[in-house]
């Protein structure tokens, strides 16, 4: 039974060592379709998640304001503060903290005050860069909590974009496209998706070796081999990504890109963005 089950584990490793290194041009029309499914699906969500947005901020702040869009307003604040807006549908935190990038957060810093009624306005600074972001046509509230503040901002515009969004228009302009220049590779991500699963245990001899060598055998039996386990669960779950978004022809998540592969110099790292590229406006 186990030397059965072998087999069967190294025919589906074999078989997805033999669909990475297959050619990677994207021309199959199911997976064309199959991608682009699935992009329908992100485009959705982003565009749900456009609609509720906000920020936080760090630093001495004190009082409040709400605004039913800049034409009706109240409050007043005054901050001396280091924060954060997110604009857009948020992507994983780790994404947030590798981009400085405005289509995904705007950050601000100094120090600020304003005082507001109606369409009426009173501030310290017009800079956009010393404030939390305002949209003239918002739905928010924000309050200063002492050594904080926070934001929380309702896009009505967004809302439309989202419902028509569903028999594919995009008022917006912010849907994600199948990019027409870079060469996807469905079948490689397919085929590394399927070495991840069946192979990610690897992870854990490997690992207890690396560190006995650089560290000794006791670093590696126990530094090793938590190195493993964890370096073991991530290729894992990715694997399972992997092959489920495989039409989408991303590159890999995690690097060396398969988990047995000897020939490669350096060391085992996270790719936090194997789909930037991929991906156009």
């Given at each position: 039974m186990r030397v059965r089950l072998f087999g069967k584990v190294a025919a589906f490793a074999v078989l997805g060592l033999g669909l990475s290194t297959a050619p990677g041009r994207a021309d199959n029309?199911?997976?064309n379709a199959a991608a682009g499914a699935q992009l329908y699906v992100w485009n959705r969500v982003a565009d749900f998640f456009e609609i509720v947005n906000g920020g936080v901020a760090l630093g001495p702040a004190i009082g409040a304001e709400v605004a039913l869009t800049e034409y009706a307003t109240l409050g007043a604040y005054a901050a001396k503060e280091t924060g954060v807006t997110f604009p857009h549908f948020l992507p994983p935190l780790w994404i947030v903290t590798y981009l400085d990038n405005e289509d995904v957060?705007?950050?601000?810093?100094?120090?600020?005050?304003?005082?507001s009624f109606g369409p009426w306005r009173k501030e310290s600074s017009f800079l956009?860069?010393?404030?939390?972001e305002r949209n003239p046509w918002n739905l928010r509230a924000q309050a200063g909590l002492g050594l904080a503040q926070v934001q929380l901002r309702i896009n009505p515009l967004e809302i439309g974009d989202f419902l028509t969004g569903f028999v594919g228009l995009d008022l917006s302009k912010d849907d994600h496209?199948?990019?027409k220049?870079?060469?996807?590779?469905?079948?490689r991500q397919l085929g590394r998706g399927i070495n991840n699963v069946l192979l990610g245990f690897w992870e854990i001899p490997k690992s207890v070796g690396q560190v006995s060598r650089s560290k000794g055998d006791f670093a590696g039996a126990t530094w090793g081999i938590f190195r493993g386990l964890y370096r073991m669960?991530?290729?894992e779950l990715t694997g399972v990504f992997e092959i489920v978004t495989f039409p989408m022809g991303w590159g890999p998540v995690i690097e060396?890109?398969?988990p047995f592969q000897p020939d490669v110099l350096y060391d085992w790292k996270v790719n936090p963005l194997p789909f930037m590229t991929d991906w156009d406006k």
């Amino acid at each position: 039974m186990r030397v059965r089950l072998f087999g069967k584990v190294a025919a589906f490793a074999v078989l997805g060592l033999g669909l990475s290194t297959a050619p990677g041009r994207a021309d199959n029309l199911v997976v064309n379709a199959a991608a682009g499914a699935q992009l329908y699906v992100w485009n959705r969500v982003a565009d749900f998640f456009e609609i509720v947005n906000g920020g936080v901020a760090l630093g001495p702040a004190i009082g409040a304001e709400v605004a039913l869009t800049e034409y009706a307003t109240l409050g007043a604040y005054a901050a001396k503060e280091t924060g954060v807006t997110f604009p857009h549908f948020l992507p994983p935190l780790w994404i947030v903290t590798y981009l400085d990038n405005e289509d995904v957060f705007r950050k601000h810093e100094g120090t600020y005050w304003t005082r507001s009624f109606g369409p009426w306005r009173k501030e310290s600074s017009f800079l956009r860069d010393v404030r939390f972001e305002r949209n003239p046509w918002n739905l928010r509230a924000q309050a200063g909590l002492g050594l904080a503040q926070v934001q929380l901002r309702i896009n009505p515009l967004e809302i439309g974009d989202f419902l028509t969004g569903f028999v594919g228009l995009d008022l917006s302009k912010d849907d994600h496209k199948l990019s027409k220049i870079v060469d996807r590779q469905p079948g490689r991500q397919l085929g590394r998706g399927i070495n991840n699963v069946l192979l990610g245990f690897w992870e854990i001899p490997k690992s207890v070796g690396q560190v006995s060598r650089s560290k000794g055998d006791f670093a590696g039996a126990t530094w090793g081999i938590f190195r493993g386990l964890y370096r073991m669960a991530a290729r894992e779950l990715t694997g399972v990504f992997e092959i489920v978004t495989f039409p989408m022809g991303w590159g890999p998540v995690i690097e060396p890109e398969y988990p047995f592969q000897p020939d490669v110099l350096y060391d085992w790292k996270v790719n936090p963005l194997p789909f930037m590229t991929d991906w156009d406006k």
